[in-house]
């Protein structure tokens, strides 16, 4: 009896999240997909760019993540908008869509291969931040320059 009803408490608790604690999720959400984003970008050996918006492939996405394949000093100006698969879902495209009525705002960021966040062709020289608001206090995602490192507030 008392399994279930802990059961119960927990899927209650779940859906019944007040907006201020999605906004918080979805800013964790995001602190880790740009740390996914660096990692791959290491691993693979190449540029990629985490883009606000919807792409044509993700209706309704608030952000998605491209391969920069052009070969210039900023491989990701010019690149298509094809956004690539997400390795954590098979078949899926790397696209995520936050909680109404939650929003984002934030610019463009890539990862080169090094994994050192860019904004062009030039290495960020102060704090990249992502703000979610619609839920009480804005959130934030902090990329860090030259690391790269990611805090979400």
Same mark, same amino acid.
């Given at each position: 009896?008392?399994?279930?009803?802990? %059961?119960?408490?927990?899927?209650?608790?779940?859906?019944?999240?007040?907006?201020?604690? &999605?906004?918080? *999720?979805?800013?964790?959400?995001?602190?880790?997909?740009?740390?996914?984003? *660096?990692? &791959?970008?290491?691993?693979?050996?190449?540029?990629? *760019?985490? /883009?606000?918006?919807?792409?044509? $492939?993700? =209706?309704? !996405?608030?952000?998605?993540?491209?391969?920069?394949?052009?070969?210039? !000093?900023? =491989?990701? @100006?010019?690149?298509?908008?094809?956004? %690539?698969?997400?390795?954590?879902?098979?078949?899926?495209?790397?696209?995520? @869509?936050?909680?109404? =009525?939650?929003?984002? !705002? $934030? +610019?463009?960021?890539?990862?080169?291969?090094?994994?050192?966040? /860019?904004? $062009?062709?030039?290495?960020?020289?102060?704090? +990249? @931040?992502?703000?979610?608001?619609?839920? $009480?206090?804005?959130?934030?995602?902090?990329?860090? =320059?030259?690391?790269?490192?990611?805090? !979400? *507030?």
């Amino acid at each position: 009896m008392l399994v279930i009803l802990a %059961i119960l408490t927990y899927v209650v608790l779940r859906n019944l999240r007040p907006a201020e604690a &999605q906004a918080l *999720q979805q800013a964790e959400r995001l602190r880790d997909d740009l740390r996914n984003v *660096q990692m &791959q970008a290491v691993n693979l050996g190449r540029s990629l *760019q985490l /883009k606000l918006g919807a792409p044509a $492939g993700c =209706p309704g !996405a608030s952000y998605y993540v491209i391969d920069c394949t052009v070969a210039a !000093a900023d =491989p990701c @100006t010019g690149s298509p908008n094809t956004p %690539i698969a997400d390795p954590r879902q098979p078949g899926g495209l790397f696209c995520v @869509t936050l909680e109404p =009525p939650l929003a984002l !705002a $934030g +610019a463009d960021l890539y990862f080169d291969p090094l994994g050192r966040p /860019k904004n $062009g062709a030039a290495l960020i020289a102060a704090n +990249a @931040t992502f703000t979610i608001t619609g839920g $009480g206090p804005a959130r934030t995602a902090v990329v860090t =320059p030259l690391t790269g490192f990611v805090i !979400a *507030q």
